[in-house]
């Protein structure tokens, strides 16, 4: 059922509107999304696990000069989650809210393996820039606010999360964003009335509103090799002569 879900949203793609897309509008969305799954990931990170700090320098003793510190407030742990969130990030698409015709970025598939319902509140957009994937986004946001990233991270409070982080880098440092370009109840507020009206315009989308279609069951290919085919009679067989005169 899932790869009847997945092939669903590949042919769900490839309706997608064509249009030039505000680079700083989807560096906004990305820096957004990045935070939101590395916070997702540091709630999981046992708290006893720690990593070694420090320049591997010699002390006047001979010791090393480190230190040992929590996971989840080392530069290097924090560059190892991103980077792997960012090889991730092309598992969401852009897409348009039809209430506000607002860009925003979704996850195809939802991390429980089945369709975003939340699609029906929007429409597919791809950037004519196809050369700068959702992971290009991502990992020029980190190449270009490492420092300030990891260090926000390593002087982080007690707390499991970095709720700052957003404010911090995607609105006050790197300046990617603007209160307009994040999703509001406006954007995400879609009725069947609005629906209705939208059809009217632009004809049914690919999915329609409430949810995406019910996939149709995946054929059973064993019925193409079932038991019930007739069976050819051994003397129906007609050997060729040379096997007939050594029989």
Not at 200 to 227: C, I, N, R, T
């Amino acid at each position: 059922m899932r790869s009847a879900t997945f092939l669903f949203a590949l042919t769900v793609l490839f309706v997608a509107v064509t249009a030039r897309i505000d680079p700083k509008n989807l560096k906004c969305l990305v820096c957004r999304t990045t935070f939101e799954e590395l916070d997702e990931v540091i709630k999981k990170v046992d708290k006893w696990k720690k990593v070694d700090v420090g320049n591997f320098r010699m002390d006047a003793s001979g010791n090393t000069m480190q230190e040992k510190v929590p996971a989840h407030r080392s530069a290097v742990y924090i560059s190892e989650l991103i980077d792997n969130i960012c090889k991730k990030m092309d598992d969401y698409v852009r897409v348009y809210y039809k209430s506000t015709n607002k860009l925003a970025i979704m996850q195809l598939i939802t991390k429980s393996g089945g369709m975003n319902p939340e699609f029906s509140k929007t429409k597919f957009v791809t950037d004519d820039d196809l050369n700068k994937s959702l992971e290009y986004y991502c990992e020029r946001m980190f190449e270009e606010n490492e420092d300030e990233i990891t260090s926000l991270y390593k002087n982080r409070p007690d707390d499991d999360i970095m709720p700052d982080a957003l404010q911090e880098i995607c609105f006050k440092h790197a300046k990617y964003c603007e209160d307009w370009m994040l999703p509001n109840e406006e954007d995400t507020t879609w009725t069947t009335e609005m629906e209705a009206e939208y059809v009217k315009v632009h004809g049914p989308d690919p999915y329609g509103f409430g949810g995406l279609p019910a996939q149709p069951p995946m054929p059973d290919v064993s019925e193409d090799y079932g038991d019930d085919e007739e069976e050819i009679p051994d003397d129906d067989f007609d050997a060729p002569a040379e096997a007939k005169d050594e029989l």
